[in-house]
């Protein structure tokens, strides 16, 4: 199997996340803006492509990348989307609240794993894990003091979400679950205070 090359995505790597995007009907209206959007917003940029400029926009904006893509063989076959907790601005004050009773101070410096995303074709094929090692470099790159997620409690199972990941796998990579503000969700954090980039 030919290894997976973990990138970084900025301005100038939209074009292979667009590649990757257009796969699925969801992420190529999504564009990974349910969490730095409001409901409003969103449902407006489903259709039109507004989504897609808006994560253009953040992208073109934002000191920090959007996240990272793997590819293979030069092509995009998977996404997470990570960056400074303050990014997600849904997660903070918006419908979901999730991370409400988080330290507003730490929000720049906390990062956070949103979501996920493999090409259909390639579930299965040792694509998460280097996602989530990607993401967890770039928020050290960045000198983030601590990585969060928040994936389906263990033994949960909802295909519908499961860009949202599981506890196991974050587990497995470090994480400590911090928090449980639902039965079907958890709050994970990994310390990067200790680990220098």
């Known amino acids: 199997m030919v290894d997976v090359e973990i990138q970084s995505v900025g301005p100038g790597r939209l074009e292979a996340l667009q590649r990757l995007f257009t796969s699925s009907r969801t992420t190529r209206h999504c564009w990974c803006t349910a969490f730095c959007s409001t409901s409003w917003q969103f449902a ?12 253009e926009g953040l992208a073109a904006s934002e000191s920090d990348p959007m996240g990272v893509i793997a590819v293979r063989d030069g092509e995009s076959i998977g996404w997470c989307a990570c960056g400074p907790r303050a990014r997600f601005t849904t997660a903070l004050t918006g419908r979901s609240r999730l991370l409400a ?4 101070e730490d929000d720049g410096d906390v990062w956070l794993i949103a ?3 493999v090409h259909p074709d390639r579930n299965g094929g040792g694509v998460v894990m280097p996602l989530l090692r990607g993401a967890i470099a770039l928020a050290l790159d960045a000198g983030a003091t601590a990585v969060e997620a928040w994936p389906l409690a263990a033994g949960i199972r909802r295909p519908a979400e499961a860009h949202l990941g599981r506890e196991g796998v974050f587990a497995r990579l470090g994480f ?3 928090e449980r503000p639902s039965l079907e969700r958890v709050i994970m954090r990994l310390d990067t205070s200790d680990r220098s980039s």
């Not at 407006?44 to 994560?55: C, I, Q, S």
């Open 44 to 55: 407006t940029g489903w259709y039109g492509g507004g989504n897609r400029r808006r994560f």
């Open 176 to 178: 400590e679950r911090i």
């Open 101 to 104: 009773n988080c330290p507003r």
């Open 115 to 117: 979501c996920m995303y």
